[in-house]
């Protein structure tokens, strides 16, 4: 079964902070790999997307790949507090019928 | 960009009456679309993976006849609540597939909050 694994929350960093979050995966056949962010009572809104491994960085938020290790992660900088949500880690892989898994989730709350 | 609607985005039905939301890429087309549900503090669960011109693929558990699918367009799917009752009331999320292969990204629309009286 494929599985996707989050650091249980939920996560607290005051302003300013980096926020490091964390999350490995099973298959070793996954190949496109996401983070996005969901705000309470709204859906979920991509933030980064990934392919490879290394780093990709967008803005204050930079995700990292490692396919050996099967774990990929997502740093943001300088944090905000509209920064605080949940964010979902998912993973697929390629195919007409990929479709994504999802990680529980880790709620991160930015203290002012 | 990539855009994805959703209409309505709350309804209120009464038990018993069907309920039809809509899911739209307004940039991209989308052969495949997916319909999710969520219920408070709970993850996104998927429903069923819509595909443009056949029939959708529903997950374990789902009952299609009750969850009716239609994707007859590259840029429209319809998830229709057949027979509603209070157990459905949820937050229906749909999200389309832009790209193909390995680069492929899902983008998800803003949701319908389903109330069933």
Known sequence: ?112 | GAVVSQHPSWVICKSGTSVKIECRSLDFQATTMFWYRQFPKQSLMLMATSNEGSKATYEQGVEKDKFLINHASLTLSTLTVTSAHPEDSSFYICSARKGGGATETQYFGPGTRLLVL
């Not at chain 1, 070793?28 to 980064?48: D, N, T």
């Not at chain 1, 990929?72 to 990929?98: E, F």
């Open chain 1, 1 to 112: 079964q494929k599985e996707v694994e989050q650091n249980s929350g939920p996560l607290s960093v005051p302003e300013g902070a980096i926020a490091s979050l964390n999350c490995t995966y099973s298959d070793r056949g996954s190949q496109s790999f996401f983070w996005y962010r969901q705000y309470s009572g709204k859906s979920p809104e991509l933030i980064m997307s990934i392919y490879s491994n290394g780093d990709k960085e967008d803005g204050r938020f930079t995700a990292q790949l490692n396919k050996a290790s099967q774990y990929v992660s997502l740093l943001i900088r300088d944090s905000q507090p509209s920064d605080s949500a949940t964010y979902l880690c998912a993973v697929t892989n390629s195919g007409a019928n990929s479709k994504l898994t999802f990680g529980k989730g880790i709620t991160l709350s930015v203290r002012p």
